[in-house]
């Protein structure tokens, strides 16, 4: 069983759709969560960053954690063509003084004009 | 752009052969990690190297091996290549050696054995 479980898609919604975006974890010492966004040919960028359960809002993306359920989501609201891509999460664990940055496999994400 | 230069982009070689793939970190950044990005697997860790020392080790196959020099950049040396050891390959940099924060990657290096 992988540390990090994210379903590859790919995810086609209209645009103006709310979209949501999920990962399953099974490693209870990841303590940080982000979500990452890569472009087709690029490298993937930071988007999201959350340490606590909650949620966190940036403009027309929130993230949530679910720390007891071991789950995280990326909610993408009024989406734009522009948000095609593909979306990985990612979490760190700090065991004995090794941090660990594990990778989702990533989902492609295609909003359709 | 990232900062993190990658080179080359692409690279097209045989089984059997050695490649070497290079990176430059971000400015300031003593931190560098390396990534294989395949489409079945997702993006694995590799290695991560802090100024000059190596300081974790993730699903690096013994054909593989890296380091960071003492101007900062990174080599990422493949031996005794494999079709399966076909994908992309990103280099991440970042300030600090136990990080945790972001990561910024390079735009890859795309490498295909034929």
């Known amino acids: 069983q992988k540390e990090v479980e994210q379903d590859p898609g790919p995810l086609s919604v209209p645009e103006g759709a709310i979209v949501s975006l999920n990962c399953t974890y099974s490693?209870?010492?990841?303590?940080?969560f982000m979500w990452y966004r890569q472009y087709s040919r690029k490298g993937p960028e930071l988007l999201m960053y959350?340490?606590?359960?909650g949620n966190k809002e940036d403009g027309r993306f929130t993230a949530q954690v679910d720390k007891s359920s071991k789950y995280i989501s990326l909610f993408i609201r009024d989406s734009q063509p522009s948000d095609s891509a593909t979306y990985l999460c990612?979490?760190?664990?700090?065991?004995?003084?090794?941090?660990?940055?594990?990778f989702g496999t990533g989902t492609r994400l295609k909003v359709l004009a | 752009d990232s900062g993190v230069t990658q080179t080359p982009k692409h690279l097209i070689t045989a089984t059997g052969q050695r490649v070497t793939l290079r990176c430059s970190p971000r400015?300031?950044?003593?931190?560098v990690y390396w990534y294989q990005q395949s489409l079945d697997q997702g993006l694995q860790f590799l290695i991560q190297?802090?100024?000059?020392?190596?300081?974790a080790k993730g699903n690096i196959l013994e054909r593989f091996s890296a380091q960071q020099f003492p101007d900062l950049h990174s080599e990422l040396n493949l031996s005794s290549l494999e079709l399966g050891d076909s994908a992309l390959y990103f280099c991440?940099?970042?300030?600090?050696?136990?990080?945790?924060?972001?990561?910024?990657f390079g735009e890859g290096s795309r490498l295909t054995v034929l």
């Open positions: 991440a940099s970042s300030a600090r050696d136990r990080n945790t924060g972001e990561l910024f």
């Open positions: 490693n209870s010492a990841f303590q940080y």
């Open positions: 959350t340490y606590s359960s």
């Open positions: 990612a979490m760190i664990s700090s065991t004995s003084g090794t941090y660990k940055y594990i």
């Open positions: 400015s300031g950044d003593l931190s």
């Open positions: 190297y802090y100024n000059g020392e190596e300081r």
